[in-house]
């Protein structure tokens, strides 16, 4: 898959991609539940591509930040195995859920182990296992200080409001908490635990910050361009390959079939893809499709990989 | 992933592998549920990888066959893609299950559409695709002479005794098919379909045929030996990403975490999986897992994958 | 509940009933799913009340016949309990099933044990111990002669043309008996089994031979005109029993709140109704509502117990 | 169903019941999720037969109270019903659930709206109805007085640690109402509503205020000792159905055909049974079956109901 690269080439093709995607922008429909949200400017775009030598290629605003949303469960599944390691398995599961992200039913079916941590109750434990005694803001601002590390970027924060609303509309995901804590599978409180979550979730992150922050997972586990070790190797590859079954929502066969990275998306409208070897890309379009990924995101990395390759399925 | 390619190197490897798994092939359970199948030696095993080039690494009864069961799947979704391409998608999807491979449950819950080609329900219409108006006779033959094309071995055949075995005891395929036919998913009449379809899964193979005859997946769609194109780069790569989040039965994403290749089992004891610009990997060890997946098979893909850096996951 | 009856009043408001419910004949749906239950004429309607005296109440086409349809379920229940007694309960449940009468999940999840004898898989449990080891035709002469029997009328006889049509339209129930042979619940083969079951829902009568062949139901077991006992008085309180909490598909709840008697109905838009004590009461209306019962059939009923008092919950 | 009572018989009859399932009293297993309820000696009994002519039969430990639990969901909802009417049907179902008592997957099934109102998920909407921007205390203190009323006796109270441990363990009904407060289906706080609810289900009762308080059922809605009007006759009425179909948990069809009495039960291990017409029946046995039913309590009733023929499914 190495190749020689050309930054150059590709923002070409990015800025081809944006032009012809233009047009859907309006199409998906934008994240309503919450006010801050639903406020965001469907016009809003922007995709950044890093590449392992620490060069670019961006199109748009790649510069703003947006709501990271579930994007967040990669950084803190990473978290939660640094912390406990493969314990973590014996609380979560590593499966395809086959159902919508916050399904209760098959929590019920699973006796209280979410089948991954990119769902949502998966994610509520991990906060959980992040949490582990400590304040929940310590907690929190461990998350932001690790995406500030991998960013290289100390104006990360969260946005509060976002939170705020988020805890004040989290009705399922209380009573996803209150059943994991029902079935033992919560140690914290579900609303110490929740107000983890949602401040995670709510942290806002531009493309550029994001593509950055993700380099280690298409290196083997190391920074390239700063060159510490983030993760082992290992570990590395299969948090990629957590991404490829599970990370974007109930999509993921479709995503693996259509793009063929792994990746993880949000509500927010970002999806980070991982392209391992060669680089990561963030892309963000607020609208989203049925499946609550975006659409015009989905659709910008499909093109993309059509056009470089850059599947991990491919033989060249 | 390409780097050179050292088949002794990793015959010896195999060989390896082979010893440290001795012990464990007797802890599986033989499939039962027909006499043909109980009454496989669990001591059987082979491994075989083939390389682009046509070289080969192999340690173990690499020429001896056994029931290729799901395995098939691969090989009919290929011909079901190239009858009617992409229509193929409004019958059945590409979603992980997240359910046993037999399930009726989800079935209902989604009107009749098979979550992907992989579990028995989505096989079923992919034979029926097949089948369309011809005879089950030559739908089977049609499988049958692809496989011995992709092999280059005329000496495949169905094991009659395993297809009617299959057909005496399918009463759960059977209500599948009913089932489909009930929604609207299945033209040609239950009989006939589950016809094609038990013989399909009564093909004997063995590691070394099996290897050479998925060759094409790792090569882009061509047959990097022959040289001849059997399909599209793009849908090579696709089959490849439906193995990856469907192939393992309900495994696959535990399979794609420890392994991180595309890999399809059968019940009989194989596995194949893909490692892109390297080749195919061969595996057969009767005893299964929980999951119905070669209990020694996998932990054969596994080790193998962690010597030689054959995820796809990797950045190197 | 006993009190003095008058059929002639009874008579007069069934008429009054009969009128009030007029226009809403067009409203339900007529059952389309075969040619032959789709041709009949939504106007068609009657009620027939039968008292343990002999004595009858009855207005519209009361001698009219229409397709018995789940309603023959309570005579196989009565005859299979007959033949092997509770033995039939380690092979069907009593439980209302809280889901569509030809689901197929709850089987699943119950392991092939169906809910009640009422719901579609359970009747063709029915039919199987019916069969056990029998000609086909003399099975389903068994009900038919045990129902000419009951209402004393040698006249009743299967639709053929109607049992014909279900066979062929039968996939989902083809799906259901290979489901339950699957998990070892049908002796017979379910082509056997259904071809009985379909014969037994294609039996045609009329509301006055329904709610003759049913009074025992309503005087403990024997046949309060002919004298002779049926069923034992603890076996004909136990099938109402079921009658009350599964009778009516999945509303039956709704049933037993607003009318408060045991019944069966049929997608014929029949429905037969016990008033222990008092007699019985056939209603016929073949527009269907949601839940596939008679919309105008249940209206009746409704009307005529806040006028009789013919509820079994009820203190006077 | 009237005929003669002589409740001197009766108590006899309780009298040789109660020696015949003495052994059974430490069969069934005692609740044990909170220490108020795992402490409660299993050899506690008590069984009172309450006459519409204010007569009763009585044998143990009738006037020793007990935690009646869910038996309280009957006089709420009869509260609920008296505060909104029909109403309510548009927030609770009235079917049978074919689920665990406290299954969180039918109500995502369907959308927030509990089958009915005697599962948890009902009961807590019903809890919500009282509440309905009253002080807790006060919708607490409603319940009491109500009870007090019916059973004509000042002494009925609250078991405060009762309602402290079922909060403190209470984590699946917070996920039931954060769940139902997701779909819209609650207008307080899941916090103010099971304050309210715990409370309920820790009142403290005796069989003989159990049986006096649900005269009022057993005579169409009048309280023929007091001779004052609870509520209508259909409401009565149809409060039985809705027991019947439902009162006893997933075990409700089994009951109806055993017993053939509306009922409802409790963990406490209380049951209450309605006899149309003839009066009450309230039963104490804390060791409970599988279905969560008191095992002697239920075998008590149907060796009640054989000898004396007071199911509401017999014709004479």
Not at 74 to 86: C, E, R
Not at 208 to 213: C, G, K, N, T
Not at 251 to 264: Q, T, V
Request: aromatic share 6%; charged share 20%.
């Amino acid at each position: 898959m190495a190749a020689a690269i050309d930054p150059a080439a590709i923002k070409v093709i990015l800025g081809e991609i944006a032009e012809e995607t233009l047009a859907l922008r309006r199409v998906g429909k934008v994240a309503s539940y919450i006010p801050e949200l639903a406020g965001v400017d469907p016009e809003g775009f922007a995709v950044s591509v890093a590449f392992l030598d620490g060069r670019t290629a961006e199109v748009g605003a790649v510069g703003e930040t947006f709501s990271i949303q579930s994007i967040s469960k990669v950084f803190n599944l990473t978290l939660a195995l640094g912390k406990i390691g493969d314990v973590l398995w014996r609380r979560v599961g590593r499966e395809p859920s086959g159902n919508a992200f916050n399904s209760i039913v098959q929590l019920e079916q699973e006796q209280g182990i979410p089948r991954n941590p990119f769902i949502n109750a998966g994610a509520i434990v991990v906060s959980d296992v992040l949490l582990a005694g400590h304040e929940p803001k310590e907690t929190i601002a461990e998350t932001v200080t690790f995406l500030r590390f991998l960013a290289g970027d100390e104006s990360i924060v969260v946005d509060k409001a976002v939170a705020q609303s988020e805890k004040a509309t989290g009705n399922r995901n209380f009573a996803l908490a209150y059943f994991l804590k029902a079935h033992g599978n919560l140690v914290e409180t579900p609303d110490r635990v929740l107000g983890v979550y949602f401040h995670q979730c709510a942290i806002a992150m531009s493309c550029r910050q994001l593509a950055r922050a993700c380099l280690f997972l298409a290196a083997d586990g190391r920074d390239p361009v700063g060159g510490r070790r983030i993760v082992s190797a290992q570990r590395a590859r299969r948090i990629n390959a957590l991404m490829m079954t599970s990370g974007m929502y109930d999509a993921s066969g479709d995503f693996a079939y259509r793009i063929g990275l792994p990746a993880k998306s949000g509500v927010g409208g970002g999806i980070v893809a991982v392209v391992p070897g060669v680089g990561t890309v963030a892309v963000w379009s607020p609208g989203l499709d049925a499946t609550g990924n975006s659409l015009v995101g989905s659709l910008v990395l499909e093109k993309l990989v059509q056009r470089t390759g850059w599947t991990v399925f491919g033989g060249r």
